[in-house]
């Protein structure tokens, strides 16, 4: 497909001042349904991030048993977020001063939550394997809430959780959050805006019914960057030959994506062959499909 100056000027821009309102709509309401089921509240909105808008606050349950952190993570967080994908991820991770056994209490916390949030929003929600979904409307986007445990006593440890299918995850988003801001300050800010390019392109190859756009999700997108040389984002001012630039190195390199990590640094891109080989196979879908016409 042909792209010009404009389309990839267009596509490198970060989300609106109204979707970033919505994304802080968002968040408040799923704050506001714990504190209407009976936690308190902590603190005031903040944010985690200086880039982003990796929104939290902090609950706690009436008895200071445990507390309750309400947190926007993923590309919302990241400020990589594309207009073309709505969903806000918000997780709502609990820290507890006596260690309890994932396996044995951490359904009944979905639950918990789940009830939260059907008490406030009513039909809208619907409980998933991973997450539960809150339906968006004109106010606010649509949410998908992870309820999750921290992994230690800080949420930078990692949150974990399991899905209904009985499956551990363990992820680390605020690892995530930083190292992100961290490649994006080393690469004069493009970056993210290169992120969010190629998250375009893959929604336009999607489109086109191309296959391996649809086997590979956008985070995977966004980690097959990070793991790019800074160089590779400074070399040329024009975002086309930038473009150009990132899929010569994406296939020079293809050899190396056993060696590459997730965006947090500490998970494995590719755990298996079948991974490996979805991302190889996107890689040259994507070589072959970007045509910039200058």
């Not at 967080?77 to 207009?83: G, H, L």
């Not at 190195?249 to 590719?270: F, M």
Request: charged share 25%.
């Amino acid at each position: 497909m042909k792209y010009s100056k404009t389309i990839l000027e267009s596509y490198a821009q970060p989300i609106s001042n109204t979707e970033k309102e919505q994304c802080e709509h968002a968040i408040d309401m799923v704050k506001d349904a714990l504190v209407e089921y009976g936690y308190k509240i902590s603190n005031i909105r903040k944010n985690y991030s200086s880039e982003g808008y990796a929104f939290y606050y902090e609950l706690r349950e009436s008895d200071y048993s445990s507390t309750v952190t309400v947190l926007v993570q993923g590309s919302y967080a990241n400020n990589t977020n594309i207009k073309r994908y709505s969903d806000v991820d918000v997780s709502v991770i609990l820290k507890t001063i006596i260690p309890i056994s994932l396996e044995k209490t951490f359904n009944s916390f979905k639950t918990k939550i789940y009830n939260a949030l059907c008490r406030k929003f009513g039909s809208g929600v619907v409980r998933k394997n991973k997450s539960i979904n809150v339906k968006g409307n004109t106010y606010r986007k649509s949410i998908d809430v992870v309820p999750a445990y921290s992994v230690g006593s800080n949420i930078e440890d990692g949150i974990q959780f399991l899905t209904d299918k009985g499956e551990k995850i363990v992820n680390y988003p605020l690892k995530q959050i930083k190292n992100e801001n961290s490649k994006n300050s080393k690469t004069k800010y493009m970056f993210k805006k290169y992120v969010r390019i190629l998250k375009n392109i893959k929604e336009d190859m999607e489109e086109s019914y191309i296959q391996s756009a649809k086997a590979v999700g956008s985070f995977q997108v966004e980690s097959l960057l990070w793991n790019l040389d800074d160089s590779v984002f400074t070399k040329y001012l024009t975002l086309g030959y930038g473009v150009e630039e990132i899929l010569d190195s994406l296939k020079a390199k293809k050899y190396l994506l056993d060696y590459y990590y997730e965006s947090n640094g500490i998970k494995k891109l590719c755990p298996n062959s079948s991974m490996k080989n979805l991302l190889q196979n996107f890689i040259d879908d994507l070589i072959e499909y970007f045509n910039y016409e200058g």
